[in-house]
């Protein structure tokens, strides 16, 4: 009888972000509402949010960037829906 191998799954460990830590004296928050560049590219082309594996996020992280597209959202700097 073979033995199957289960395959493992290798989640992002390191920060996303790791010039914007305290440690390196950062002020403020890890993805500003304004940095229209940056939010796009965490979302789909339907403007939908990706998840935490499919960005390479961590739980921090993806709060503060599910906090900026809301905020960019409100604001109008993002569309709600996509095209």
Do not use: C
């Not at 073979?2 to 920060?15: G, L, N, P, Q, W």
């Not at 403007?47 to 906090?67: C, D, I, L, P, Y």
């Amino acid at each position: 009888m073979a033995m199957t191998r289960r395959r493992e799954r290798f989640f992002h460990t390191k920060s996303r972000f790791p010039e914007r830590t305290k440690e390196k004296g950062w002020v403020g928050p890890v993805v500003d509402y304004k940095e229209i560049e940056l939010l796009r590219k965490f979302m789909t082309n339907s403007n939908k949010m990706m998840s935490r594996k499919r960005a390479g996020t961590s739980a921090s992280e993806q709060r503060a960037v599910k906090q900026a597209i809301k905020h960019a959202r409100f604001m109008g700097l993002i569309p709600y829906k996509g095209v």
